[in-house]
């Protein structure tokens, strides 16, 4: 099992240019995150998906929109980059409450630059 | 509004000391509590994690004290190794389902360096 995977790894963007993030999961997983990660900041939730076709917005939503079309997989989007933007994403999964580990999964990270 | 404060901001201990890095929370609806360890250039991983019915957990050199009523906890890393740098998030959430339940809300992080 790869677990959580993302690409790219790194990039670098232009101010007003757009990109997508992926993230696949084959554990199965229902919940899907991204985050991002900046220095001090901890790590701040952008949107979740709680199942295939759903979506809803984190703590800091604004400039990124996110798409869920398959079970395993979790876009996040950026349509006129920023250098705000600038940070490091990570995507995460888990299995749906009810079960006994409440462990979120992460992958290794897209650190973006935006110039 | 932060409702995960974790300090200290960064620390620094000698090989075969205790690590304490502590976090305390506003809601009281929170009742699972996870530290996660990162190492550079890695994602986050879950070291350990505690419901508030114990008031500690160990696993190894790890411990987590859990205080309900002063809603604070803490990870004690004992005989610390200079493998153990990394930085630490704390976070909380809810744990069964409904509202609240499907995200975690971490703390800003510590960063740990174990010196020889």
């Known amino acids: 099992n790869a677990g959580v995977t993302q690409t790219p790894k790194f990039r670098v963007l232009k101010t007003g240019q757009s990109m997508t993030l992926l993230c696949a999961q084959d554990?199965?997983?229902?919940?899907m995150y991204w985050y991002r990660q900046d220095p001090g900041m901890g790590l701040r939730l952008i949107h979740y998906?709680?199942?295939?076709?759903?979506?809803a917005k984190g703590e800091v939503p604004d400039g990124y929109n996110v798409s869920r079309l398959k079970k395993q997989n979790f876009l996040l989007g950026l349509e006129s980059a920023a250098p705000s933007q600038t940070s490091v994403y990570f995507c995460?999964?888990?299995?749906?409450?009810?079960?006994?580990?409440?462990?979120?999964?992460f992958g290794p990270g897209t650190r973006l630059t935006v110039l | 509004q932060q409702q995960v404060k974790q300090s200290p901001q960064s620390l620094i201990v000698q090989k075969g000391g205790i690590s304490i890095i502590n976090c305390a929370y506003e809601?009281?609806?929170?009742?699972?509590f996870p530290w996660y360890q990162q190492f550079p250039g890695k994602g986050p991983a879950l070291l350990i994690a505690?419901?508030?019915?114990?008031s500690e957990k160990k696993e190894g050199r790890f411990t987590i004290s859990f205080n309900k009523s002063a809603k604070q906890f803490s990870l004690h890393i004992m005989d610390s190794q200079p493998g153990d740098s990394a930085t630490y998030f704390c976070?909380?959430?809810?744990?069964?389902?409904?509202?609240?339940?499907?995200?975690?809300?971490f703390g800003k992080g510590t960063k740990l360096s174990v010196i020889p």
């Open positions: 998906s709680v199942g295939e076709g759903t979506t």
């Open positions: 995460a999964s888990k299995a749906p409450p009810g079960l006994a580990y409440n462990e979120q999964f």
């Open positions: 976070a909380a959430s809810i744990y069964g389902s409904g509202a609240g339940s499907y995200q975690l809300t």
């Open positions: 505690i419901r508030p019915d114990v």
């Open positions: 809601n009281t609806a929170f009742d699972y």
């Open positions: 554990m199965n997983h229902e919940y």
